[in-house]
């Protein structure tokens, strides 16, 4: 990349990542959502993608760390607040926990998260320090996987109460909730890139945020699969569904 | 120090801390709330002291990342509401803005940061990173100069409404609001210090980290005293009273 792109021709190559990246192109994810998963493989991923949910609240807070300007905080933190909980909402972590329980996971050991894999934890604390010590402008641009977000939340919802017996309704609440919650976040953080990438250097960073995110979310999967699906390489400590 | 302490006895090393360092000590406190200074002074105060206020939700937002416990962040996430304000609560931020507006400085130079020392920039900013690089544990500890404030805000109040006629009593709504958030927030943070630092090094860190913010409060008042009360040395492009 050599030359300064529109704002618009910015949005495209970002959207660009997603249709090669995103990890709904993931053979695990493919997996789950075609109910090709049986129930160990579902609980592993609900059980390791909790460590994923706490860790979006704690990114959040570091990107408002890094916000000078308090309107852009007082902006931002409703996605902290999504998951954490304000009020009346009892917040996307307490979704997820509704969802591990149901499939049948211990709450503790749930959010002890000592059964999750590795590479679970690197890619989340990976996450969280990219966003803390990288400019606000890369921090606000790797979240923008959240443009791909609403059709793998439909395919989830759809895909599991289909495919699995042990899925109801009242466990997909996390990701119906996530079908309002991203397409709002998005707009904010999407127009905040177009603005502000400005300089060629400016948008191969801010694209390279969104290239580093997808792999985020790519490995964790990748995880999954060598340990749960093929060749069932469990790392010691974690989770060994019954059998 | 080499032996462990008690609690208690840490509790007190700490509370000693203040006694020798807290910047109610420093000139240019006395100056402030004995009315020795002149409106110019206590403008550059207010306006320096506004990117501390500033500071202070943000090194706020900064913990909570190193928060892996949810509990514990909706527990602390009181003082980010505190300063960025939540629902009827307009926040600290914005009362001190009707402080330097009515103290006669424009709310958009002052927002702007622009005629801060570079001392002070640069004292909030080493508080933020070291809340944000430190374990959570040193973090926590530098906040308890909340041990301190009430006093030094009530010396505030009467000081500032005995002495000068340009500050009345909507001018100090700040400090109000702080005399009852410091101690609710203190007694947490003293608490969590006490129980979780059980090595010698743990509390060696814990008390340098008390020192370390007594002296980024410290340097503050060092800076407005060389710039605004003798000698006399204005740093470039910092605000300058009118005489």
Redesign the interface.
């Known amino acids: 990349m050599t030359e300064l792109l529109t704002p618009d021709q910015l949005e495209e190559a970002l959207r660009a990542i997603g249709d090669k990246r995103y990890h709904n192109l993931h053979p695990f994810h493919a997996m789950l959502h075609g109910g090709k998963c049986n129930k160990g493989q579902v609980q592993a991923w609900a059980l390791n993608r909790y460590y994923y949910q ?1 860790g979006i ?3 959040d ?2 990107l ?5 300007d ?1 309107a852009m ?2 902006e931002w ?1 409703q996605r902290y607040f999504d998951h ?2 304000l009020g009346d909402d009892e917040g996307g ?1 307490e979704r997820w926990l509704r969802l591990t329980s149901a499939l049948g996971l211990d709450r503790d050991y749930v959010i002890s998260t000592e059964g999750i894999l590795p590479a679970t934890r690197h890619a989340v604390d990976a996450y ?1 320090h990219f966003v ?1 010590d990288k400019p606000l402008l890369e921090g606000i641009a790797s979240s923008l996987t959240e443009l791909f977000a609403p059709s793998i939340h439909r395919e989830r919802i759809s895909g599991m109460l289909e495919h699995y017996d042990f899925v109801d309704d009242s466990m997909v609440g996390y990701f119906r909730e996530r079908l309002t919650q991203a397409p709002r976040d998005v707009d904010f953080a999407l127009k905040y890139v177009k603005q502000h990438a400005r300089t060629v250097p400016q948008q191969q960073a801010v694209l390279n945020a969104l290239i580093f995110k997808t792999n985020v979310l790519w490995a964790q999967l990748d995880a999954l699969y060598l340990a749960y699906v093929e060749p069932g390489m469990i790392a010691p400590g974690a989770f060994r569904p019954e059998s």
Chains 1, 2 share one sequence.
């Open positions: 706490c609240p704690r990114k807070c570091a408002m760390a890094n916000m000078e308090k905080r007082l933190r954490d909980g972590i969280i803390r």
